[in-house]
């Protein structure tokens, strides 16, 4: 996406006017990101700014008058008023900034003028001439400019009042019932000026500003359809106006909404911008949207935007140490921006980096202790130091801050999880999905909070509903398949688990993986599998009873070691027997190299040697004792339930003795001892489960 001088100039005017007009209406945060964008922008050389001021003369937008003449003059009149709002609202003083238009006598007016559904057909008629003389009278002549300030300065009066009403974060009383009590005024005013500027279904003169309101008053109201429509009409007028597109985003649940509303937008820069951050705010993550992300970059090459983004992509996509490496990049360039360090917190507590994040907690301490991004990183260092009720507090106060703070409810959840308090626990996870209902880590925390109360039913529930938002995620499937299977539903929890086998491929739902010849493409012959889910397969169907497809995915669970081919086939399609897959060390060609199609095996696990003791149990019932004694011998190699092994070996030798086939099993290994092995130095790892 190269742009051209002519472009880049063009594109730099409509930042600074949105700059300028975010400003002018008190919206900070989209004047913010506007800013940022901006200067990412290459400067224009000496010849560019030349051929510029030869073209045109270019005032700065702060001077620009405003193109609609009507507004213009409105705005000129009213300029004194509009300057003593303004610096009000800056004061934070809502409620006396929006009354220098709008006085609330005015508010009372407009409300009683309001046609209202049923009563008497006389009642009707007389709110009917009410409701166009209000149209008229009772609506003041000021700008749209002047106007939107008011209704904005009214309606976070509302949210300032309601922050105030609000209990102590999860304590008692606090429901999360309490509403903002302005918008029923803001709303209903801005329906009467809509009336009134509509003439056959379109609304004169309207600058886009005023349907953003609007759109945010509906979506508090949860009316999402309407408020969607009315977003839509605003970024149409006004495209550059960043808070109105994430509002989109937060109206937006499911990548096919995403491409619905995208026909609908504009076409420019912006919505590039929107459907790149909607994707990633839908866990997304491909190709085309990772090439998306380098053109623009490659205009605006040292955005702050554009960098978290980059780093929340790789984040999606697992790469966590490519992450934090951009996340590291980023503070670096902006060391006292604090925007989505909580993302980058988490990376480093999964990462284990301790001195990174006590770093990271002490930098935002320093640059600003009251911001939620700051409460969210240091609560996350104190719960990697397993103080888990200081990092509770820490949560808190984050929600103090803005009760809004999606990672601090989810956060607050996990740690109430690890200090045992369910109910508590639950009720975090539920607010995280009031607050963003694609928060697929709340929707996880739920089922698994269920699944330690034994409420299997709800834990299933919420599993699949995390599944849902992130199909391709195998651990997701994995919780699905292990509820089904203590529900007893061991069919439906055996397809869960193959579709947690190959959550990133594309695989026939209906083939059966366990025969190894059909339902496995090239992808899954080379892919590395989780021998712990191919375990829990092969246990499902021993309790089917279905022992010969049990005994396939032992012996693919077993062939994980050191990445052999599935079902215990080698890249030919020869079938290896399973024992035959057991080594030291992964094949590898003379010169280093590793062979082609193969992958880097997970050496012995608890997994593993799970399988090959059942594989060696299952020889011994079939009076396979060559094998059986093979599989136990690795076993007492492995240094995992030696004695286990050591008691089959000697069993085997006793089953042979007395076999009619009249094997000497004696004869083939007489060179081997078992007694006089030494097992001071084995080390028993059961795993360690993480959050």
Same mark, same amino acid.
């Given at each position: 996406?190269?742009?051209?001088?002519?472009?880049?100039?063009?594109?730099?005017?409509?930042?600074?006017?949105?700059?300028?007009?975010?400003?002018?209406?008190?919206?900070?945060?989209?004047?913010?990101?506007? !800013?940022?964008?901006?200067?990412?922008?290459?400067?224009?050389?000496?010849?560019?700014?030349?051929?510029?001021?030869?073209?045109?003369?270019?005032?700065?937008?702060?001077?620009?008058?405003?193109?609609?003449?009507?507004?213009?003059? +409105?705005?000129?009149?009213?300029?004194?008023?509009?300057?003593?709002?303004?610096?009000?609202?800056?004061?934070?003083?809502?409620?006396?900034?929006?009354?220098?238009?709008?006085?609330?006598?005015?508010?009372?007016?407009?409300?009683?003028?309001?046609?209202?559904?049923?009563?008497?057909?006389?009642?009707?008629?007389?709110?009917?001439?009410?409701?166009?003389?209000?149209?008229?009278?009772?609506?003041?002549?000021?700008?749209?400019?002047?106007?939107?300030?008011?209704?904005?300065?009214?309606?976070?009066?509302?949210?300032?009042?309601?922050?105030?009403?609000?209990?102590?974060?999860?304590?008692?009383?606090?429901?999360?019932?309490?509403?903002?009590?302005?918008?029923?005024?803001? $709303?209903?005013?801005?329906?009467?000026?809509?009336?009134?500027?509509?003439?056959?279904?379109?609304?004169?003169?309207?600058?886009?500003?005023?349907?953003?309101?609007?759109?945010?008053?509906?979506?508090?109201?949860?009316?999402?359809?309407? !408020?969607?429509?009315?977003?839509?009409?605003?970024?149409?007028?006004?495209?550059?106006?960043?808070?109105?597109?994430?509002?989109?985003?937060?109206?937006?649940?499911?990548?096919?909404?995403?491409?619905?509303?995208?026909?609908?937008?504009?076409?420019?820069?912006?919505?590039?911008?929107?459907? +790149?951050?909607?994707?990633?705010?839908?866990?997304?993550?491909?190709?085309?949207?990772?090439?998306?992300?380098?053109?623009?970059?490659?205009?605006?090459?040292?955005?702050?935007?554009?960098?978290?983004?980059?780093?929340?992509?790789?984040?999606?996509?697992?790469?966590?140490?490519?992450?934090?490496?951009?996340?590291?990049?980023?503070?670096?360039?902006?060391?006292?921006?604090?925007?989505?360090?909580?993302?980058?917190?988490?990376?480093?507590?999964?990462?284990?980096?301790?001195?990174?994040?006590?770093?990271?907690?002490?930098?935002?301490?320093?640059?600003?202790?009251?911001?939620?991004?700051?409460?969210?990183?240091?609560?996350?260092?104190?719960?990697?130091?397993?103080?888990?009720?200081?990092?509770?507090?820490?949560?808190?106060?984050?929600?103090?801050?803005?009760?809004?703070?999606?990672?601090?409810?989810?956060?607050?959840?996990?740690?109430?999880?690890?200090?045992?308090?369910?109910?508590?626990?639950?009720?975090?996870?539920?607010?995280?999905?009031?607050?963003?209902?694609?928060?697929?880590?709340?929707?996880? $925390?739920?089922?698994?909070?269920?699944?330690?109360?034994?409420?299997?039913?709800?834990?299933?529930?919420?599993?699949?509903?995390?599944?849902?938002?992130?199909?391709?995620?195998?651990?997701?499937?994995?919780?699905? $398949?292990?509820?089904?299977?203590?529900?007893?539903?061991?069919?439906?929890?055996?397809?869960?688990?193959?579709?947690?086998?190959?959550?990133?491929?594309?695989?026939?739902?209906?083939?059966?993986?366990?025969?190894?010849?059909?339902?496995?493409?090239?992808?899954?012959?080379?892919?590395?599998? &989780?021998?712990?889910?191919?375990?829990?397969?092969?246990?499902?169907?021993?309790?089917?009873?279905?022992?010969?497809?049990?005994?396939?995915?032992?012996?693919?669970?077993? $062939?994980?070691?050191?990445?052999?081919?599935?079902?215990?086939?080698? !890249?030919?399609?020869?079938?290896?027997?399973?024992?035959?897959?057991?080594? &030291?060390?992964?094949?590898?060609?003379?010169?280093?190299?590793?062979?082609?199609?193969?992958?880097?095996?997970?050496?012995?696990?608890?997994?593993?040697?799970? !399988?090959?003791?059942?594989?060696?149990?299952?020889?011994?019932?079939?009076?396979?004792?060559?094998?059986?004694?093979?599989?136990?011998?690795?076993?007492?190699?492995?240094?995992?339930?030696?004695?286990?092994?050591?008691?089959?070996?000697?069993?085997?030798?006793?089953?042979?003795?007395?076999?009619?086939?009249?094997?000497?099993?004696?004869?083939?290994?007489?060179?081997?001892?078992?007694?006089?092995?030494?097992? &001071?130095?084995?080390?028993? &790892?059961?795993?360690?489960?993480?959050?």
């Amino acid at each position: 996406m190269a742009l051209t001088a002519h472009e880049l100039a063009q594109l730099r005017v409509a930042l600074q006017d949105a700059v300028v007009r975010c400003s002018e209406r008190c919206l900070y945060q989209s004047a913010k990101w506007a !800013a940022e964008l901006l200067t990412s922008l290459p400067e224009p050389t000496e010849e560019e700014l030349e051929d510029e001021s030869a073209e045109q003369s270019h005032l700065s937008p702060i001077f620009l008058p405003n193109q609609d003449p009507e507004e213009a003059q +409105l705005e000129s009149k009213e300029l004194s008023k509009y300057l003593f709002a303004k610096s009000l609202f800056d004061c934070r003083e809502y409620d006396r900034c929006a009354a220098v238009f709008l006085p609330d006598s005015l508010f009372s007016t407009v409300l009683s003028s309001k046609p209202d559904a049923g009563g008497s057909p006389s009642k009707s008629r007389s709110r009917e001439k009410l409701a166009e003389t209000g149209k008229s009278s009772s609506l003041p002549q000021i700008s749209q400019k002047s106007l939107f300030l008011a209704l904005y300065a009214k309606f976070l009066s509302g949210e300032k009042r309601k922050a105030e009403d609000s209990e102590m974060v999860t304590g008692p009383q606090d429901l999360g019932t309490v509403v903002n009590k302005q918008l029923l005024t803001v $709303g209903s005013y801005l329906s009467s000026w809509f009336e009134s500027k509509t003439v056959d279904g379109e609304v004169v003169g309207s600058q886009g500003w005023l349907e953003y309101l609007y759109g945010m008053v509906l979506a508090k109201e949860k009316n999402d359809k309407k !408020a969607l429509g009315y977003f839509l009409q605003s970024v149409h007028k006004f495209p550059m106006n960043w808070g109105c597109w994430l509002e989109i985003t937060s109206l937006t649940s499911r990548s096919d909404d995403l491409d619905r509303i995208s026909r609908h937008c504009p076409q420019n820069i912006m919505s590039y911008m929107f459907h +790149l951050h909607t994707s990633l705010e839908l866990y997304q993550h491909s190709a085309s949207l990772a090439s998306s992300l380098e053109q623009l970059m490659s205009i605006f090459p040292t955005s702050s935007f554009l960098l978290t983004c980059n780093a929340l992509l790789a984040y999606h996509e697992k790469d966590l140490m490519l992450a934090e490496q951009h996340f590291s990049r980023l503070l670096s360039l902006h060391p006292h921006r604090l925007d989505s360090l909580d993302h980058y917190s988490n990376i480093l507590y999964v990462l284990n980096l301790r001195p990174k994040l006590a770093f990271l907690a002490h930098l935002c301490s320093s640059v600003d202790k009251f911001r939620p991004e700051s409460c969210v990183v240091i609560g996350n260092y104190y719960s990697l130091l397993s103080m888990h009720e200081k990092a509770v507090q820490y949560f808190r106060r984050a929600l103090t801050l803005d009760r809004t703070c999606l990672s601090a409810w989810t956060l607050m959840g996990h740690e109430y999880v690890e200090l045992k308090n369910t109910h508590a626990a639950i009720e975090s996870y539920r607010r995280a999905v009031d607050v963003n209902r694609r928060d697929y880590r709340a929707w996880y $925390g739920l089922g698994q909070t269920y699944e330690m109360l034994e409420m299997h039913t709800y834990s299933l529930w919420y599993y699949k509903k995390a599944a849902g938002l992130r199909p391709w995620d195998g651990k997701m499937w994995m919780a699905v $398949g292990s509820c089904l299977q203590k529900m007893g539903r061991e069919r439906d929890g055996i397809k869960a688990l193959k579709r947690a086998l190959l959550a990133d491929a594309y695989y026939d739902a209906g083939s059966s993986f366990g025969n190894g010849n059909e339902g496995l493409n090239s992808h899954a012959a080379t892919a590395h599998m &989780d021998p712990e889910i191919l375990l829990q397969i092969a246990s499902m169907y021993e309790q089917l009873g279905e022992e010969e497809e049990a005994k396939s995915y032992m012996e693919l669970c077993v $062939g994980q070691e050191d990445g052999s081919g599935p079902a215990g086939r080698d !890249a030919n399609g020869a079938v290896v027997d399973a024992s035959r897959m057991h080594n &030291d060390s992964p094949g590898g060609s003379d010169d280093g190299e590793r062979e082609e199609g193969r992958n880097e095996g997970t050496g012995v696990t608890a997994a593993t040697s799970k !399988a090959r003791m059942w594989l060696a149990r299952f020889a011994m019932r079939t009076a396979d004792y060559t094998v059986a004694h093979r599989l136990a011998t690795e076993l007492c190699q492995d240094g995992v339930e030696v004695e286990e092994a050591k008691a089959l070996v000697r069993e085997a030798h006793g089953a042979v003795e007395i076999d009619p086939r009249g094997i000497r099993l004696n004869s083939l290994y007489d060179n081997v001892s078992y007694d006089n092995v030494s097992y &001071d130095n084995i080390s028993y &790892d059961n795993g360690r489960i993480g959050r």
